[in-house]
């Protein structure tokens, strides 16, 4: 059986070690992964599916937020992903974004962020450290019903913390299915697509529990249903 091909967004010449975890977890759930930069030259590129990766923050001003000064912001990347955030629900190309792909996918729609979570919510400082981020858990509450709970077979989770940024408002037609005690916004849906399925967390970094392969099996399953569509290019 021919595994869909899953587009793994992520910048030219950095984050590799994440996209390899996305790629392995892509492969484990049953798609054939590739990397989707704004330097990839190949001009005739079909998907079954799409992963925005996680990453560097996405620049402020898309949603009216105020960029950081001194801080290098990844513009080719953005446009790369919003172009094809609003192909994948034009064209109904089922996908997944991961932490900053979540947010990505609801600045396209309108949505806005929080630049610094512990900020706006209690009980939200998460620890910093590589051994904290490695082992640090947190409790969600996910909505019945929703893709996110059918993957997962559950109405809650416990999830890793990678992210100092989180939803503001939610963008047209997206709905909050996954949240923390504190109300921080842990995943985001648009229901009248195949997939359009946004985490906050990393599922690709807790491959070795069944429930968040499911995620990556679900958008397997989902792309292995869609005949392949080129990708258009920002």
Not at 19 to 24: D, N, P, T
Not at 25 to 35: D, H, K, T, Y
Not at 108 to 113: E, I, K, N, Q, T
């Amino acid at each position: 059986m021919t595994r869909p091909i899953i587009a793994i967004t992520k910048p030219h010449r950095k984050d590799n070690w994440a996209f390899r975890a996305v790629a392995l977890a892509v492969r484990l759930g049953g798609g054939e992964p590739f990397a989707l930069t704004p330097a990839e030259q190949r001009k005739h590129i079909k998907v079954n599916g799409i992963v925005f990766g996680g990453g560097d923050d996405i620049f402020p001003m898309l949603y009216d937020g105020t960029p950081k000064q001194g801080h290098i912001y990844d513009r080719e990347r953005d446009a790369l992903e919003i172009a094809a955030a609003e192909q994948a629900a034009e064209d109904d190309i089922p996908a997944l974004g991961i932490c900053r792909g979540a947010q990505l996918m609801n600045v396209v729609r309108g949505g806005a962020l929080h630049a610094d979570v512990s900020a706006e919510y209690e009980n939200a400082a998460y620890p910093n450290g590589v051994w904290g981020k490695a082992f640090y858990r947190k409790r969600i509450e996910i909505k019945p019903g929703s893709a996110l709970a059918a993957a997962v077979n559950a109405e809650t989770a416990e999830v890793n913390s990678l992210h100092k940024q989180a939803i503001k408002q939610l963008g047209d037609n997206l709905v909050a299915t996954a949240k923390e005690p504190n109300g921080v916004i842990q995943a985001l849906e648009d229901s009248n697509l195949s997939l359009f399925l946004g985490v906050q967390f990393h599922p690709e970094l807790l491959i070795y529990r069944s429930d968040m392969r499911a995620i990556f099996e679900l958008l397997a399953q989902a792309a292995a249903q869609k005949e392949p569509v080129e990708i258009n290019r920002a």
